[in-house]
């Protein structure tokens, strides 16, 4: 039962996901594109869509302090640069790129504009190249992940290699590698930690399941888990030495402060980013292989949550859809494109910030917390872990015992009703969404769970029995849920939990004595 609405959420949060990712892509796509330009757009402020008070790149002059000299403007300008200025918006030539040429937003959600077609276009690339990758299934990604998993580790050091060659770089590594302690009294900073867990490894999408299914059953898992976290940590380690170590370049450059130059979401990539690679000896170079780098982390995340949500439905379905999955990815394709046009208006960054604040407010800690409560007490973490060394041959250590029941649904919990208490309503760079969306953005956050409840309800209707009967069966595991092969089998079935509820709990967190 628990398993079940569980999977139902996966595909919904995994649908939703995939859907508007999608525009992240296409903004770099878009990047990548003007990158092979004989002068990158973001460089200069000779283009059509530069204001009046575009400066190339940022100086050391604060304008919240000295707006007289900044731009060398009248009183006028400075005041309407300074009102630009409070509301997040800094008028370099890369921003002004980003703002009206790439996004040509409008004034709010209400108002949605028109199609801008080099978006369309960049969304059509975007969701194509990520449906090619999964068009055989499993092998078809199997082969795509030797480049956009190694190919992003060659990238990175790559750059990094040539920030640390650049003055100031030293500046921004040493900043990094210097923790503030006192940071860690804020609850908010444990909060986008466990955040940045869920996008970097991946544990709610769905996409580690489905991949995880294709298998062996015979392999040491525990080894696999322990490489993927290293390297999951690797990674995200050498992300912040490159992050760091370019904006401690454009700091420098710039006469500026690490806290005056970082910028966090979309501005750090598409905005600080672009600065630093005009200011670079070769600028085109960097830029393709930056961007590229981009577009390979991108299509890496999308296509595992596509392949979890597809291989879903297929499953929901086996008899009338197992065998046709080329047709379910063709009817998703054409509802992404068709329906991802709606991110291409001018009002649709605005539409990506409301969904993506709201998508990842609840869910993605409540459907942890589902997790952890079925694999650890309704499953039973004893038959978790004897399932576990049935295929490593390795026993479950008692403190993962502990954290599958105890520590891990605790925290995801705790976080659940952090976030329910103090949710606010989002703001993007200044501006506020009308109240009456607050209603349709609470949908958004809960539709994923929805299916826990109303699938629940509906087995408990369907199973016969008194209600503690019922509650039995459904959380008993199904009679063809078994290893394929025989003697496994009957290793798995001959294991039964015994004695009331104390030795149960003891035996989850301990292991059973034989």
């Excluded at 294709?214 to 992050?243: E, H």
């Excluded at 650890?376 to 015992?401: C, N, Q």
């Excluded at 087995?459 to 069966?473: H, K, N, Y």
Aim: hydrophobic share 50%.
């Amino acid at each position: 039962m628990n398993t079940f609405s569980i999977g139902y959420a996966m595909i919904i949060l995994g649908t939703i996901v995939t859907w508007y990712y999608g525009l992240i892509v296409a903004w770099v796509l878009l990047y990548l594109g003007y990158s092979f330009y004989p002068t990158h757009p973001w460089s200069t402020c000779d283009n059509e869509w530069n204001t009046d008070q575009c400066v190339v790149l940022r100086t050391g002059h604060n304008p919240l302090t000295n707006t007289s000299s900044l731009y060398n403007l009248s009183i006028t300008d400075s005041n309407t640069s300074l009102t630009t200025l409070q509301k997040g918006f800094y008028p370099t030539a890369a921003t002004e790129f980003w703002r009206y040429k790439i996004l040509n937003e409008s004034s709010g959600i209400e108002e949605w504009g028109s199609i801008q077609w080099h978006l369309a276009l960049a969304l059509f690339f975007s969701f194509t190249s990520t449906f090619l990758c999964i068009i055989k299934g499993v092998k078809s990604v199997g082969k795509v992940v030797y480049v956009t998993v190694v190919g992003p580790f060659i990238l990175l050091i790559v750059v990094l290699i040539r920030s640390l060659c650049l003055d100031g770089s030293f500046d921004g590594v040493t900043m990094y590698l210097k923790p503030d302690f006192s940071r860690l009294a804020h609850f908010q900073v444990w909060l986008e930690a466990a955040l940045q867990v869920f996008y970097s490894l991946g544990p709610i999408w769905g996409g580690v399941v489905t991949m995880a299914s294709y298998q062996k059953f015979k392999g040491d898992l525990i080894r696999s888990t322990m490489i993927i976290v290293a390297v999951d940590t690797f990674s995200n380690f050498l992300c912040g030495l490159v992050v760091f170590s370019i904006i401690g370049v454009l700091a420098h450059e710039a006469g500026l402060s690490i806290e005056e130059v970082a910028e966090s979401g979309p501005g750090l990539v598409f905005l600080v980013y672009p600065e630093v690679l005009a200011r670079m000896p070769l600028p085109q170079v960097w830029a393709v292989i930056f961007f590229f780098l981009l577009f390979t982390i991108g299509l890496d995340s999308q296509f595992g949550v596509l392949e979890a949500t597809i291989s879903g439905f297929a499953d929901l379905y086996p008899r009338a859809l197992g065998r046709k999955k080329t047709y379910i990815m063709a009817v998703f394709y054409v509802l992404f494109l068709v329906t991802g046009l709606i991110f291409a208006t001018q009002g649709g960054v605005y539409l990506f910030q409301f969904i993506d604040w709201y998508l990842s407010a609840f869910c993605i800690f409540f459907l942890s917390f589902l997790e952890c409560l079925v694999a650890g007490w309704l499953y039973g973490a004893e038959r978790f872990s004897r399932d576990i060394e049935l295929m490593t041959g390795r026993s479950v250590p008692a403190l993962t015992r502990i954290s599958w029941c105890i520590l891990t649904p605790a925290v995801m919990l705790m976080a659940f009703v952090v976030v329910a208490v103090k949710f606010e309503p989002p703001i993007y760079k200044g501006y506020k969404y009308p109240d009456y969306l607050g209603v349709v953005g609470i949908f958004i956050a809960i539709l994923s769970m929805l299916p826990v409840p109303i699938v629940a309800i509906k087995r408990l209707l369907q199973t016969s029995g008194t209600f503690s009967e019922r509650m039995v069966t459904l959380l008993t595991p199904r009679k063809h849920w078994l290893p394929h092969d025989n003697q496994e089998r009957l290793s798995y079935q001959q294991y039964r939990y015994r004695g009331g509820l104390r030795r149960r709990i003891r035996t989850n967190l301990c292991g059973a004595s034989e």
